[in-house]
């Protein structure tokens, strides 16, 4: 078929990858999908060869690790068994516009070193908005509540994942109908930076959407225990109660915060009774599942159970891509792709601090003036992660694995092919992809300048061993002790 674009005909590339990616799409879940797939582009069909187009080495290496097999298997049925893919890395923002080309299934192939990139940046565009002032101190009925709810902490903000799927849409379903789901309470719970003030503000502005008439109250649980004690100072605590019991739909953050506080706990016991009996909506976040809070009365915990407990999770990979994109989309700012996956693929616990890795790197940038660059995002890694307390290098790898043979680290990078040297070479590419932050590509070169293709090939070479082998096993583990003490 001709490219027409007057008349909307499709290139038969593009035919060829949309069926591709049809059945992808039926055996991915839709992260994976989005952040793996939607940013490719077919560009040209030659020789029965599909070249698609990638944004980044490690997106590309990352396609070559996981989705392989299903990539292979989707050319061959749209292509027949001679069909073959090429890659084509062209870096967002690059200033270059050369396009490196990788081919597979062929065994010669190489990524050409990264064109360096430059983004502008824009330190302002990152600030987050101020929370509305403290709302004013209960006792008047005919008030204006503030609701306290940040703009920014919305729906559409928030990234759904396999983590965060089933507090999200029950969150969802109450923001369409509070009080009115079997979810009242609904209780979120989850370590710090997961997402709960998030996703608790997200529920407040949403029913303030759909239903501008109700009155939303967001407070933080030390906020609300300090209001308690200051109305049992002033002596007027019956009107801080009956000032939360006109709440249409409370949320209280960190509830966990109640513990060991008695009084506290007494006056919120009133309040959630009262709410609940009239059908409103309570949304709670606490650290902890509620069976596991201590230092809260068993007659709120039982509470607590009513409606749903719903967790939120580490999200994985795609998950923290997904949120990056996001905040750097909002924010209006530029970055290259390759430094927010290597971002999203270094942190991995929390997104507080994937997010205070992003602005840190902004500011470094901006401070001192340098690029962001892969290599900017590594150093700033290494101080930002606190539990890689001593680095493991691909060198020291090397070390610990030749020192283990008795062989001379030099072999490793020498083009020998000995059993003995090539099983060391093997295993110091295994432990650097353990152990190491590294590509696969720099894993290679650093070990006897081979290519990634040869780095997965041992990867896999040396798991089957381990699963094989007892005596090899023995030596892996060995060396492992040794890499890690
Ligand atoms: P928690 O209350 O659990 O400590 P937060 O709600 O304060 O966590 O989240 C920490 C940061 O991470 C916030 O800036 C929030 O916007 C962001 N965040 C967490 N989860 C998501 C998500 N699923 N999508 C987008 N941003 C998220
Ligand atoms: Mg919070």
Known sequence: MQYNEMEGIKELHQEVWENC???IRDNLNYQSFK?????????????NILTIQVPSQFFYEWLEEHYITLLKKTIRNELGPNGRLEYSIVMEGAYTSDPYTIKIPTSNRKATTNPSVQMPIDLNAGKSKEIPNPFVIPGLKKIQVQSQLNES????NFIEGDCNRLARSAGYA????PGKTAFNPLF???PVGLGKTHLAQAIGLQVKNNFPEKTVLYVATEQFTQQFIDSVRSNN????????????????????????KEKTQDVFFHIFNHLHQKGKQLILTSDKAPVELKGLEPRLLSRFKWGLAADLQVPDLETRIAILKKRLYKDGIDMPYEVLEYLAYSITTNVRELEGALISLMAQSSLNKKAITIDLARQMIDKFVKNTAR?????????IVCDYFDIPVDAINSKTRKRDIVQARQLAMYYSKKHTKASLATIGLHCGNKDHATVLHACRTVNNLIETDKQFRTYVEEIEKRIKF
């Open 237 to 260: 605590q019956n009107d801080f109660v009956h000032f939360y019991q006109m709440i249409d739909v409370l949320i209280i953050d960190d509830i966990h915060f109640l513990s060991g």
């Open 153 to 156: 902490y919305s729906f559409d």
């Open 174 to 177: 109450v923001a369409c109908n």
């Open 21 to 23: 990616l049809k059945v």
């Open 35 to 47: 952040t793996w797939f939607s940013p490719i582009k077919a560009i040209k069909l030659d020789n």
């Open 391 to 399: 680095e493991i290098s691909i060198d020291f790898i090397q070390k």
């Open 188 to 190: 979120l719970y989850s």
